[in-house]
Structures are given as structure tokens and as C-alpha cells.
């Protein structure tokens, strides 16, 4: 760094901490070229290969989801890649089919154990209500954001809470109000019946 901009960055920092001994210089009356003086002091660093690295792979940052990849995992028979992959794509809203008004639904590929089950995303409007149904199989569910409440069995779950109803069940739930949409991972054996229709695995 040259003396005149040593003399400019001391003036610039004394002008930062408000010291009434700024003697007036150009950077007094103007601390932008204080600052640009210490920027074109500094010199380029090539950064090293590691650190390269390290800055293109925290880049790819896991989705905001990806805590519940062990158990999406699980619930769909897949590998934890493939789970991951799954919980990404819940933030594209090409993905989604908009059933009911304020109903979503994102169907996903599952492993041979869920092979004949419904497997899906589904994404409910906080406040709506999700019509009754009947699960023709065993259906499991994980909340992943917000919650929903159960009036006839007068149950409420929240993210992270998982609910399990057997074949023949039948029920109607309501996303919780006053906060963020309901988020969850339906997987019903077999299929399930609402609004006169059947929904069978695709």
C-alpha cells in the first residue's frame, strides 16, 4: 500500500469512529474512496483446490426437507439418494397436480414393497379441509411441515409425527390453520376411494 493510501485509510477509519481529529482529506470528505483505497490494496488469492471444493459442494445444499430422508427412505423403499432426490423436488411447483382447490398432490416412484400402494406428496392449504376417504389398504403418513387434525378420532399431528390407519378405515382430516401449509407423505396399500372415485397405484 502506497503512503498516500495509508494516509487516506487512516483518515477513512478515524472518519468511521467519529475521532474530530479528521483532518479534512480527500477521504474525510468522502469515506467511499477511504474504503476504495483498502480495496485496491488487497491483492487476489487463488483459492486452493480444497477450498474449491469445498465452496462448489456447500452450493448444492440439501433440501430444506432432507431430515425426513431416512424415513421417506424407508416408508417408500428406496435408497436414501433416491429419497433426497424425492424431498427436492417438493419445492418445484411444476411438479405438483392441483386436484381439489387447494389440494396438491406429487406422485413419486416407491421400491417393489410399495409397489401396489399409492405413493405421494400432498400438499393441503392450511385451514382446508381433506375430504373423506376410504384406505383400501394399510396407510401410512408423515407429516413433513405443518400439521392437520383428526376430528372423528380427535387426534392432531405435527411435522415430524407419523399416523397409521388399516385396510377399511375411513376418515376426513383438516390442515391446521394460522400457519404453513400441510406437507405430507401418503403411502396407501392396495389404493383408496374418495369423492366416487377409486385411486389405485399408478
Same mark, same amino acid.
Request: charged share 30%; proline share 5%.
Given at each position: ?10 483518515? %477513512? ?20 474512496? /477511504? ?32 431430515? %425426513? ?9 428406496? /435408497? ?24 396438491? $398432490? ?14 405421494? $406428496? ?25 400439521? %392437520? ?18 385396510? /377399511?378405515?375411513?376418515?376426513? %382430516? ?29
Amino acid at each position: 500500500m502506497s503512503n498516500r493510501e495509508h494516509r487516506e485509510l487512516d483518515v %477513512f477509519l478515524r472518519e468511521l469512529q467519529g475521532d474530530d481529529a479528521a483532518d479534512g482529506g480527500t477521504a474525510a470528505r468522502d469515506p467511499e474512496l /477511504g474504503l476504495i483505497a483498502v480495496c485496491e490494496s488487497l491483492k487476489p488469492i487463488a483459492p486452493s483446490a480444497d477450498l474449491r471444493a469445498r465452496l462448489l459442494a456447500s452450493a448444492d445444499a440439501p433440501s430444506r426437507l432432507a431430515r %425426513f430422508a431416512d424415513r421417506v427412505a424407508e416408508m417408500l423403499d428406496v /435408497g436414501l439418494d433416491k429419497a433426497r432426490e424425492l424431498l427436492a423436488r417438493i419445492d418445484d411447483p411444476s411438479a405438483w397436480e392441483e386436484q381439489l382447490p387447494g389440494v396438491s $398432490f406429487l406422485w413419486v416412484e416407491g421400491g417393489p414393497r410399495v409397489a401396489a400402494a399409492v405413493r405421494g $406428496f400432498v400438499r393441503v392449504r392450511a385451514g382446508l379441509d381433506f375430504p373423506d376417504h376410504e384406505h383400501l389398504g394399510d396407510e401410512v403418513t408423515l407429516v413433513l411441515q405443518g400439521g %392437520f387434525e383428526d376430528p372423528e378420532r380427535k387426534l392432531v399431528f405435527r411435522a415430524g409425527d407419523i399416523d397409521r390407519m388399516p385396510t /377399511g378405515t375411513a376418515h376426513g %382430516f383438516r390442515a391446521l390453520a394460522g400457519g404453513t401449509d400441510l406437507l405430507k407423505l401418503a403411502v396407501v396399500h392396495t389404493g383408496l376411494k374418495a369423492l366416487g372415485q377409486t385411486y389405485l397405484p399408478r
